[in-house]
């Protein structure tokens, strides 16, 4: 009996080496497995991100190639005004004043463009001269205009909002020389 007793106890420790190192052999195959799916993760991810980052490229390129579109299209009636007038002005029935009169309508259209896309006209004839919205081309001595304030406008300054595009170029007055 002692021998079977021995063979049993023997057997036990066996048995529970065996289970033992067939659940290791389960767990590392459950983290191969894990380690692999996390891989391929990382892979898609990684390609994931790489087709992101190219469509928003191309998507920055169409807008800056095409993002004018829109507004360049309103522009092309101002042109197709320019043309005829143009071609008015070499034909030899065509007065001044018609001609003048079309440039007139052309202005108009342009204005008419700038106002519908928030494009201001700064035009500051008498006003106190202001070096953030205009610039001084010269001075000039005036009794008419107070001094430091503009004398005239030799080209108008544009706003788009609040921004500047354009300063004034302007003449500023200057107090009148004493006799001394």
């Known amino acids: 009996m002692t021998e079977n007793t021995d063979t049993a106890a023997s057997a036990a420790p066996a048995d529970a080496a065996a289970d033992a190192a067939a659940e290791i052999a389960a767990l590392r195959a459950k983290l191969a497995e894990a380690e692999k799916a996390a891989q391929e993760a990382r892979v898609r991810a990684a390609a994931e991100f790489d087709n992101v980052r190219k469509r928003l490229e191309r998507e920055a390129e169409t807008s ?8 360049l299209g309103e522009l092309l ?3 197709d005004s320019l ?16 001609i003048g009169e079309g440039m007139a309508l052309t202005h108009k259209q342009l204005h008419a463009f700038f106002d519908k896309h928030g494009v201001k006209v700064v035009d500051p004839a008498g006003q106190p001269f202001n070096p953030e919205q205009h610039e001084a081309v010269s001075m000039i001595e005036s009794a008419e205009v107070a001094p430091n304030h503009v004398l005239s406008v030799m080209q108008k300054g544009y706003r788009l909002h609040e921004r500047l595009l354009r300063p004034a170029m302007v003449v500023v007055a200057k107090a009148p020389a004493t006799a001394s």
Do not use: I, T
């Open 64 to 71: 800056k190639k095409y993002g004018a579109e829109r507004l």
């Open 77 to 79: 009636g101002v042109s």
């Open 83 to 98: 043309e005829l007038g143009l071609k008015a002005a070499q034909a030899p029935e065509d007065s001044a004043q018609s």
